[in-house]
T-cell receptor
Framework: DAGVTQSPTHLIKTRGQQVTLRCSPK?????VSWYQQALGQGPQFIFQ???????QRGNFPDRFSGHQFPNYSSELNVNALLLGDSALYLC?????????????FGSGTRLTVV | DAKTTQPNSMESNEEEPVHLPCNHS???????IHWYRQLPSQGPEYVIH???SNVNNRMASLAIAEDRKSSTLILHRATLRDAAVYYC??????????FGKGTRLSVIA
């Protein structure tokens, strides 16, 4: 049973560029959440997608956007990259919101902005 | 916005039980208590969750106080592979997982 799959695993971008990260949820899960984790910190919630719509959003600027496809997979886009965007980006999937059940996380994409 | 309080770090000897405390004095009736852990260089991993009653699974046990204002994650026999950051999180309705700083558990051989 495949868990959450994220791609790529590592990425290096230049300041000002744009980046797209991808996530395939665990089988049977229809909700995808994205997190940013800076070195030494806990994951910070970016946004959550359900039924192809952004349902909840954390305190992140509009440079961070996303998309969910009919097969429940998701993309995270970050425009105008800043050095401070360097972090581990984690995708988590879960069954429909409100079920109180556990989330499954991917291993993340390590983004380095130079 | 984390609504839980955990010690920054704890240390345990290998093969001994570990009790990781969490305070959540403002918990509401619909909040589930979730525990996740994050091993080095990996994404967080679900450990256990509960609402009111104590819970057991193959990884750990969760003991919930009668007033639900605190809980304890119990690892029955710590191994070196249990060294990780452990997060106690309240989750209800459609709220997303909000991580605090967690407890860094070190296991000594």
């Amino acid at each position: 049973d495949a868990g959450v799959t994220q791609s790529p695993t590592h990425l290096i971008k230049t300041r000002g560029q744009q980046v797209t990260l991808r996530c395939s949820p665990k089988s049977g899960h229809d909700t995808v959440s994205w997190y940013q984790q800076a070195l030494g910190q806990g994951p910070q919630f970016i946004f959550q997608y359900y039924e192809e719509e952004e349902r909840q959003r954390g305190n992140f600027p509009d440079r961070f956007s996303g998309h969910q496809f009919p097969n429940y997979s998701s993309e995270l886009n970050v425009n105008a990259l800043l050095l401070g965007d360097s972090a581990l980006y984690l995708c988590a999937s879960s069954p429909s919101p409100g079920t109180g059940t556990g989330y499954t996380f991917g291993s993340g994409t390590r983004l380095t902005v130079v | 916005d984390a609504k839980t309080t955990q010690p920054n770090s704890m240390e345990s000897n290998e093969e001994e039980p570990v009790h990781l405390p969490c305070n959540h004095s403002t918990i509401s009736g619909t909040d589930y208590i979730h525990w996740y852990r994050q091993l080095p260089s990996q994404g967080p991993e679900y450990v256990i969750h509960g609402l009111t009653s104590n819970v057991n699974n193959r990884m750990a046990s969760l003991a919930i106080a009668e007033d639900r204002k605190s809980s304890t994650l119990i690892l029955h026999r710590a191994t070196l592979r249990d060294a990780a950051v452990y997060y106690c999180i309240l989750l209800s309705g459609n709220t997303p997982l909000v991580f605090g700083k967690g407890t860094r558990l070190s296991v000594i051989a």
